[in-house]
Nanobody
Framework: QVQLVESGGGLVQAGGSLRLSCAAS????????MGWFRQAPGKEREFVAA????????YYADSVKGRFTISRDNGKNTVYLQMNRLKPEDTAVYYC??????????????????WGQGTQVTVSS
């Protein structure tokens, strides 16, 4: 069992930055790819970014490409999401997740076995 705890959410003005962190409970973190998803009120949970277990491959939704960066520190069992040039439409609850996936599967929710409780990100205009 892998437990995930997100932190770093908050309120920020449009154009600002936030860095989300997701701490995993077990060393098994090393064997899982990690992803970030988000869910806005009344909308489906959507893929944001993912990183391979080695940290050598990253994947992004088109809506965040060039603004967000995902990274991981396996020594600290932590994955990060650096979010720059935030927009009001980025407002959502952000979830980290752990799973096993290929490049073409990274955006698929069902490939992720473990989920955090979520952290709220609010971007004001």
């Amino acid at each position: 069992q892998v437990q995930l705890v997100e932190s770093g959410g908050g309120l920020v003005q449009a154009g600002g930055s936030l860095r989300l962190s997701c701490a995993a409970s077990k060393r098994a973190f090393d064997n899982y790819g990690m992803g970030w998803f988000r869910q806005a009120p009344g909308k489906e949970r959507e893929f944001v970014a993912a990183i391979s277990w080695q940290g050598t491959s990253t994947y992004y939704a088109d809506s965040v490409k060039g603004r967000f960066t995902i990274s991981r520190d396996n020594g600290k069992n932590t994955v990060y999401l650096q979010m720059n040039r935030l927009k009001p439409e980025d407002t959502a609850v952000y979830y980290c997740a752990a799973g096993i996936f290929t490049k073409v599967q990274a955006h698929i929710r069902d490939r992720y076995n473990y989920w955090g409780q979520g952290t709220q990100v609010t971007v004001s205009s």
